[in-house]
Nanobody, 117 residues
Framework: QVQLVEAGGGLVQTGGSLRLSCAAS????????MAWYHQAPGKQRELVAT???????DYVDSVKGRFTISRDNAKNTVYLQMNSLKPEDTAVYYC???????????WGRGTRVTVSS
């Protein structure tokens, strides 16, 4: 099994920055694609950014130019650098990874990001 632990959320002012991290732990696994999702209050969970094993990234339009997803494969960790934060970025951010040849998916419990006006 794979456990995901997210960190880095918090309260920040508009225009500020946060760096989220998600560390995967467990034995005998190889992580494929990693991703960040967010879910605002009363809204459906939405894909924010993805990164492949080769480092190819993709972003939802609303965060392009502001957020950067990266990964450290040696540490089994994915990051989301969030710059120029806006109140509409306020949400719980969830890490998602898929693992091994079966591409099994795992979710973190989320880290809360609040951007104040």
């Amino acid at each position: 099994q794979v456990q995901l632990v997210e960190a880095g959320g918090g309260l920040v002012q508009t225009g500020g920055s946060l760096r989220l991290s998600c560390a995967a732990s467990g034995r005998s696994f190889s992580i494929n694609t990693m991703a960040w999702y967010h879910q605002a209050p009363g809204k459906q969970r939405e894909l924010v950014a993805t990164i492949t094993t080769g480092g190819t990234t993709d972003y939802v339009d609303s965060v392009k130019g502001r957020f950067t997803i990266s990964r450290d494969n040696a540490k089994n960790t994915v990051y989301l650098q969030m710059n120029s934060l806006k109140p509409e970025d306020t949400a719980v951010y969830y890490c998602n990874v898929n693992v091994d040849s079966l591409w099994r998916g795992y979710w973190g419990r989320g880290t809360r990001v609040t951007v104040s006006s």
